[in-house]
């Protein structure tokens, strides 16, 4: 089974533009969850995405927003980017179903904003 | 809302010998999962383990296990035998149980960064 995977890795913007990251989940999960990951604050939930409804979501500004298609791949979007969004963006797949089962973790994309 | 702790920011051990990991939470439900991850310098995220609250066993992966206190809401990570390959952050995370209209958020500590010596 192919791992979660995501687009891009790496990627330079500057201030003021906006950025799209893409995340394609496990086959057959349904939820897709993004996490930010920074030295300082650590790892951030961002939102959950369930059978292309957001089913949960951080303590994040407006300017991020995220979505999910009917094949369960998601997509957050940062618009005006601000140089504190610099950061790895992780996004996780499972079930969805709860229980103890195991979110998957993409590789992340590193997003330098300057 | 449910924060995790971790203490210790960093760790050192020498290979072969057993080291243990803090992890404290706070939570008022009673239905919850706990999990160590572990994110080596390639950055992919990897579960270690996981505990069921309603489990009083001790979850036990190979080398991995848990002191899982429920009352002191404690779930300290014991390595044992470390290899090298063990060096990362790791990370634990509580998320919160049920399955109905339920989430995955996962809550994380802050990391423990685990450095393991020739």
């Known amino acids: 089974k192919a791992g979660v995977t995501q687009t891009p890795r790496y990627l330079i913007k500057t201030r003021g533009q906006q950025v799209t990251l893409s995340c394609s989940p496990i086959s057959g999960h349904r939820s897709v969850s993004w996490y930010q990951q920074t030295p300082g604050q650590g790892l951030q939930f961002l939102f959950e995405y369930f059978s292309e409804t957001q089913r949960n979501k951080g303590n994040f500004p407006g300017r991020f927003s995220g979505r999910q298609f009917s094949n369960s791949r998601s997509e957050m979007n940062v618009s005006t980017l601000e140089l504190g969004d610099s950061a790895l963006y992780l996004c996780?797949?499972?079930?969805?179903?709860?229980?103890?089962?195991?979110?998957?973790f993409g590789p992340g994309t590193r997003l330098t904003v300057t | 809302a449910q924060t995790v702790t971790q203490s210790q920011p960093e760790m050192s051990v020498q290979e072969a010998e057993t080291v243990t990991l803090s992890c404290t939470y706070d939570t008022s439900e009673s239905d919850y999962y706990l999990f160590w991850y572990k994110q080596p310098p390639s950055r992919q995220m990897i579960l270690v383990i996981r505990q069921e609250a309603y489990k009083q066993q001790n979850a036990t992966e190979n080398r991995f296990s848990v002191n899982f206190q429920k009352a002191a809401k404690s779930f300290s990570l014991k390595i044992s035998d470390s290899q090298l390959g063990d060096a990362a952050m790791y990370f634990c995370?509580?998320?919160?149980?049920?399955?109905?209209?339920?989430?995955?958020?996962?809550?994380f500590g802050k990391g423990t960064k685990l450095t393991v010596n020739p």
């Open positions: 995370a509580y998320r919160s149980g049920g399955t109905q209209g339920g989430s995955e958020k996962l809550v």
């Open positions: 996780a797949s499972s079930s969805g179903t709860g229980g103890p089962y195991e979110q998957y």
